[in-house]
T-cell receptor, first 113, second 108 residues
Framework: ETGVTQSPTHLIKTRGQQVTLRCSSQ?????VSWYQQALGQGPQFIFQ???????GRGNFPPRFSGLQFPNYSSELNVNALELDDSALYLC????????????FGPGTRLLVL | RKEVEQDPGPFNVPEGATVAFNCTYS??????FFWYRQDCRKEPKLLMS???SGNEDGRFTAQLNRASQYISLLIRDSKLSDSATYLC?????????FGTGTSLTVIP
């Protein structure tokens, strides 16, 4: 077990709705990264938060947004859900930003109908 | 061009076989490299970091060739429990790039 937790484990939403996913990082880790993994693909980087500030962003539209809290837990918010947003959303925490090894949570499976 | 390219497989090998996976990356400024393992419907788990000098962890050996921008993973004496998808991961300093993964099934 990595100590990274995510909630909820599964979620079903309809197109146009908004969703918030949560992640608690491993103790001692100040950096959280979010990934989207579609079926049959590798994880795609959404963004990273380091000490409550965004520290890099992948090729995702602005309707994907995030937050990191003082305890280093994090949220991923997705507005105006589209069918293609259906995926496994993974949170990974690391001791610091940069090249540090990342440890993944179990993920949230989102289905958009 | 994708940042990280892997042969998706599938690789089906008998128990006890040796199997090798390869991965290429496009950004010559990439700084750190990893292999992750992902079981079906589970999260990726770190298998090993990859260093220029090569590194070994039991039956697993990883190699990095910076000149060719190429990473490899060798699994010796395959076990049934090695069946999984193996993800090649490259870090450019502020972003991790994952390959699509290579599927391995070890057959009794």
């Amino acid at each position: 077990e990595t100590g990274v937790t995510q909630s909820p484990t599964h979620l079903i939403k309809t197109r146009g709705q908004q969703v918030t996913l949560r992640c608690s990082s491993q103790s001692g880790h100040n950096t959280v990264s979010w990934y989207q993994q579609a079926l049959g693909q590798g994880p795609q980087f959404i963004f990273q938060y380091y000490r409550e500030e965004e520290n890099g962003r992948g090729n995702f539209p602005p309707r994907f947004s995030g937050l990191q809290f003082p305890n280093y837990s994090s949220e991923l918010n997705v507005n105006a859900l589209e069918l293609d947003d259906s995926a496994l959303y993974l949170c990974a925490s690391s001791r610091d930003r940069g090249q540090e090894t990342q440890y993944f949570g179990p993920g949230t499976r989102l289905l958009v109908l | 061009r994708k940042e990280v390219e892997q042969d998706p497989g599938p690789f089906n090998v008998p128990e006890g076989a040796t199997v090798a996976f390869n991965c290429t990356y496009s950004n010559s400024a990439s700084q750190s490299f990893f292999w992750y393992r992902q079981d079906c419907r589970k999260e990726p788990k770190l298998l090993m970091s990859v260093y220029s000098s090569g590194n070994e962890d039991g039956r697993f050996t990883a190699q990095l060739n910076r000149a060719s921008q190429y990473i490899s993973l060798l699994i010796r004496d395959s076990k049934l429990s090695d069946s999984a998808t193996y993800l090649c991961v490259v870090n450019t300093g502020n972003q991790f790039y994952f390959g699509t993964g290579t599927s391995l099934t070890v057959i009794p």
